[in-house]
């Protein structure tokens, strides 16, 4: 296969890129680096992927790119932790309906007049931001009370802008929706707004780095935000890029959306305390509770039978383990300036 991925340089790209790669295909990436600025990754040179930095939005260098693509996956969006998207509410709106609008008109062409077999949308736990019943199922993003932050809302826009694509156009999606991934290779945005968390300048608000730079910078009482009873299912980058994977070909995937998680959740507390051993052993944890974040949902709890069924995937790594390679590269961050 050939597959041309938006946000290559990301977060998330570098798993799905890395893992298409190693299953044999080529890729063509495609970013801006707009978020974190130019860094390298470490496919840059394979030899089964080119990279071209350019931005999203420009239709006629996209449809050029995808001239004998077999599969388009669209991860690149204006996306962070919680603060972020706070702080960002109206330019994430703006930028990310901006790319849809772009990616989705590129695709319906590239499908009625190319090869392209199926568009793949990365979507967000945050769609069930209002939902008052757990698990949370796909398709109860239609049935439930829309996102209250801007940022929910608009990844619940990209279902229906998917949805409406196929109704008009025939264009066949599937849409991925994942619950915290964690993993490598975030670190502070370009222009990212300050925001404290006691004596410590948070990078992402995203729980599981921000913890681990807290207390590897010493913090003793630890800031929290919030009672620290939240619960969230913390994914691994390299599952939601084999989930990704597994529904590129699959028929079974075509117009579905499926909702990727580890099965295990956990609260903040739970998590900080996981971290503060790894790094300080046995010496006693203290908290201080701080104001929580306006859209702090208390309770993301995924059902993950449907990607179960359908795509036979469930997630391996355990939350220990993404840890123990997510520490070390905090304190790298850190000693080199970045945090």
């Known amino acids: 296969m050939k597959i041309l991925v938006t946000g290559s340089a990301g977060f998330i790209g570098g798993y799905v890129v890395e ?9 063509i990436g495609i970013d801006n680096f707009s978020k974190y600025g130019k860094i390298e990754k470490s496919y840059d040179k394979h030899k089964n992927y080119s990279f ?26 204006k996306i962070g ?5 706070i ?16 990616v989705m008109s590129t695709a319906i062409n590239a499908f009625r007049t190319l090869y392209l077999k199926k568009i793949t ?30 940022y929910g809302y608009q990844k619940l826009a990209t279902h229906y802008w998917a949805k409406g694509a196929f109704e008009q156009y025939n264009l066949p999606y599937t849409i991925i ?41 010493g913090q003793n009482p630890l ?23 597994l529904s590129l070909e699959n028929p079974t995937a075509i117009n579905e959306s499926f909702n990727i998680s580890s099965p295990v959740g956990h609260t903040v507390k739970e998590v900080a305390e996981i971290i503060w051993k790894k790094i300080n052993g046995n010496a006693p944890i203290k908290y201080i509770y701080d104001e929580s974040f306006e859209y702090d949902v208390q309770k993301r709890v995924p059902s993950i039978e449907k990607a179960k069924k359908v ?13 123990d390679k997510i520490i070390p590269w905090i304190d790298h961050q850190i000693k080199f300036g970045n945090l």
Request: net charge negative; aromatic share 8%; glycine share 6%.
């Open 19 to 27: 893992k298409l790669l190693k299953e044999g295909h080529s890729v």
């Open 52 to 77: 071209v930095n350019f931005d999203a939005k420009n239709e006629q260098m996209l449809l050029a790119l995808l001239q004998d693509c077999d599969h388009f996956i669209h991860l690149a969006s």
């Open 81 to 85: 932790g919680i603060a972020y998207f």
């Open 87 to 102: 702080n960002y509410a109206y330019d994430l709106m703006v930028e990310n309906e901006r790319l849809m609008a772009s």
């Open 121 to 150: 949308i990365l979507s967000s736990s945050m769609i069930y931001e209002s939902t008052t019943k757990w698990p949370s199922v796909e398709g109860d993003e239609y049935k439930i009370a829309p996102p209250m932050s801007c």
């Open 177 to 217: 929706v994942p619950f915290n991934i964690m993993g490598l290779g975030e670190t502070r945005a370009i222009g990212e707004k300050v925001q404290m968390s006691g004596n410590v300048k948070l990078s992402m608000s995203h729980v599981v780095p921000d913890l681990c730079q807290k207390i590897l910078k």
């Open 223 to 245: 800031h929290i935000f919030g009672n620290g009873n939240q619960i969230r299912h913390y994914t691994a980058g390299e599952d939601v890029a084999e989930a990704i994977y």
């Open 311 to 323: 795509l036979g995937f469930e997630a391996k790594v355990k939350l220990e383990d993404s840890i």
